[in-house]
């Protein structure tokens, strides 16, 4: 998986879930797509690449739904 495109993609349903007035709400959004949509490989490669802090331009709202729903991605 190419890290790049798996932060571009991330930053994408970030974008979106950011209209939302309700923080958590908008978080917990963020994961479940993320959960609900990619493979575990993809979820995978993505949670190395923060892990490695190699996640480069990661949205704030995307870093903190990781951070907090990180149990259920992994």
Known sequence: MNKDNLIHMANQIGQFFESMPDRTEAEAGIANHLKKFWEPRMRRAFLAAIDAQA????????????ATHRAELA
Do not use: C, E, Y
């Open 55 to 66: 996640a480069g331009d990661l949205r704030d709202i995307v870093k903190s739904a990781v």
